[in-house]
């Protein structure tokens, strides 16, 4: 698997915080989620922060056994040191919070078993208040574990043989980044990976921009059907997704759709990868299963199956590591010709 997912936290942004907050619902959990705001942030378009209670945003994952995991994100501290303690990472099983990264309140980085037990070294980093620094955490649960935290690309704490699960569990379930209480922090450009698959996306990534792009046109094809009479595009092309006021529909296995999209503002010297993101729901009982579609060139690639059913729309996701059109790794110029979509599949 190695990429499981990332998020450039702009793909949340809307007119109102309703829209915002309807967005979120669709990636994250949590009841807190009218406490988050979006700030504006420029590289990554927008970040995330919360303005007024203690609260972490989760992402749920499918954990297929494997143990590490690896996740960056663009992390920002709105106010003057010291600050309270805020967890920057919270890695939960079925049994719990297993792991966790935090910040103290001098600016300095360390990691707990559990809700409060320290373990390994404290990283005397010195993050500051009002810039940004990029953080990752690579960690493996288990009773003799190894962990590693960069800071800006550079190593500043690595430990090994360590306990890091609280649980009996420890079969990793969701990640959680915390936007702590009235001491506004916040991140953007989050990715994860776990340690399977291929160089370079099993491991660190480094600083990475994250940017959302939206579609502008109809692709190659274009097999589901509008609700309205206006292009298919024009049906999902806005920020604030609208749920039953515009969308295509299909319940044609194969049936699939193509568009092109907006380019890139942020100049690319080395993409890493496209995920394409969608939002769906069954709405003839049960489950549908669905994949994302790329088209480059004339050549073809098609993601993992991903299903949905009745109860809420969902966002899901697929990633495509490399341009089919070869293939090759992505430049700039690939990703901003490519058509990107949707394909039925069960």
């Not at 970040?47 to 609260?55: H, L, N, P, T």
């Not at 559990?114 to 990029?134: L, N």
């Not at 991140?187 to 776990?194: E, H, I, R, S, V």
Request: aromatic share 12%.
């Amino acid at each position: 698997m190695a990429l499981i997912l990332m998020n450039s936290t702009s793909c949340y942004y809307a007119a109102t915080d309703a829209d915002i907050v309807a967005n979120m619902r669709r990636d994250i959990l949590h009841t807190g989620l009218d406490f988050i705001r979006l700030g504006t942030h420029p590289l990554s378009g927008y970040w995330m922060y919360e303005d007024s209670q203690d609260i972490d945003p989760g992402f749920i994952i499918k954990s297929e056994g494997n143990d590490t995991f690896v996740m960056g994100e663009r992390f920002y501290a709105d106010t003057s040191l010291p600050f309270d303690d805020r967890d920057l990472f919270k890695l939960h099983s079925y049994g719990g919070l297993e792991v966790k990264l935090v910040l103290n309140d001098h600016g300095d980085l360390k990691v707990y078993r559990g809700a409060s037990t320290p373990i390994g070294t404290i990283a005397y980093s010195a993050i500051k208040s009002y810039r940004w620094y990029y953080i990752e955490f690579k960690v493996q649960v288990g009773n003799t574990a190894d962990f590693e935290v960069r800071v800006d690309g550079q190593t500043v704490i690595s430990e090994t043989g360590l306990d890091t699960q609280s649980t009996s569990d420890g079969q990793i379930r969701s990640i959680h980044l915390d936007c702590e209480g009235i001491y506004d922090s916040g991140w953007a450009d989050f990715y994860l990976c776990d340690t399977t698959g291929a160089a370079p996306y099993n491991d660190f990534l480094g600083d990475v921009h994250i940017e959302t792009l939206r579609p502008d046109g109809d692709g190659n094809r274009n097999n589901w059907t509008q609700l309205s009479g206006l292009t298919n595009y024009e049906m999902v092309d806005e920020a604030a997704e609208d749920e039953e006021t515009s969308y295509v529909y299909s319940s044609t296995v194969t049936d699939d759709e193509l568009y092109t999209f907006t380019s890139l503002t942020v100049d690319m010297d080395n993409p890493l990868c496209v995920q394409v993101r969608w939002s769906a729901r069954a709405e003839d009982g049960g489950f549908r299963t669905m994949r994302a579609l790329c088209r480059s060139s004339t050549s073809e690639a098609t993601g993992d199956s991903k299903s949905t059913h009745e109860d809420r729309y969902r966002h899901l996701t697929g990633v495509f590591l490399q341009d089919p059109n070869g293939p090759t790794a992505w430049t700039e110029s690939a990703i901003n010709s490519a058509e990107f979509g949707v394909e039925l599949d069960a």
